[in-house]
């Protein structure tokens, strides 16, 4: 259980080092309407490095806090493919194709993952496995009615949605944290 609390801050901080390192490479330039936060990683290796620390810490968050029973197993399978897409991002920068490829895959499948964990957390913390899946259907309805407006009307950038993805991961991780702690 020491280890798994851990792994639960080391995933929080993790996200709070993208943070850190958003804030650190803010140019007065930047444009938030239209810029992604990919755009940071073009002038800071810091945050492709909190990426990279990311995607470690959420895999090791997955392999030590989800077991393998009942649907556990789904959720852990989608958990480390975003895992390893959140470190691909921070390997291959935005001057990559793929980058672009990671990154919509990632904005996909976690919420997917963190649905499917929440079924699984109903189990043994009714509360928080419904904060789960609520959190999942925020982002999953952010990012089609993000795509759907950023395509067919205004063309905006991902900077916004993207920041505000990783503000409700930070915020459902504090309570996840907080209320795994008193549980078990």
């Known amino acids: 259980m020491n280890l798994y609390r851990k792994n639960n801050k080391l995933l929080l901080l993790s996200f709070l080092l993208i943070i850190i390192s958003v804030w650190s490479s803010y140019q007065s330039g930047f444009n938030w309407i239209k810029g992604s936060l990919s755009d940071f990683g073009l002038v800071n290796d810091f945050f492709n490095l909190s990426l990279i620390i990311s995607g470690i810490a959420l895999g090791i968050f997955t392999l030590t806090a989800i077991k393998r029973e009942d649907i ?59 904060l789960t899946k609520i959190v999942a259907v925020f982002l999953i309805g952010l990012w089609l009615v993000f795509f759907l407006i950023w395509r067919f009307i205004f063309q905006f950038g991902l900077a916004i949605p993207e920041i505000i993805t990783l503000v409700t991961w930070i915020l459902w991780a504090i309570i996840f944290i907080k209320d795994y702690k008193s549980s078990n």
């Open 72 to 130: 556990g197993w789904v959720c852990r399978l989608f958990l480390l493919f975003s895992s390893s897409l959140l470190t691909l991002i921070g390997i291959f920068t935005k001057q990559y194709f793929i980058h672009f490829i990671f990154a919509i895959l990632l904005f996909a499948v976690f919420p997917m993952g963190m649905f499917i964990l929440g079924d699984h957390l109903k189990n043994h913390n009714r509360r928080l496995g419904m």
